[in-house]
């Protein structure tokens, strides 16, 4: 829920030891749900200045597709 909510995603190191992701939808001009967005980095590099900059790009690109 908390993920439809905010329109992003995290993996904080769940599936690998050491590696952290941030996750945004993509949309289509039905508004399905039909890709996703992310970027995977090292733990210690990882930043929450990235959190915006996905859903933005996530946003942008569903945009282009014609979704409102």
């Not at 908390?2 to 941030?22: K, M, N, P, S, W």
């Not at 980095?41 to 996530?58: D, G, M, N």
Request: aromatic residues 4%.
């Amino acid at each position: 829920e908390q993920v439809r909510r905010d329109g992003v995603a995290f993996d904080d190191e769940e599936i690998e030891t050491g590696l952290r992701c941030i996750a945004a939808p993509v949309h289509d001009d039905n508004g399905q749900l039909i890709a996703g967005l992310s970027i995977s980095a090292p733990a210690e590099r990882h930043s929450v200045e990235w959190i915006p900059l996905v859903k933005q790009t996530a946003d942008a690109i569903s945009t282009a597709l014609g979704y409102m």
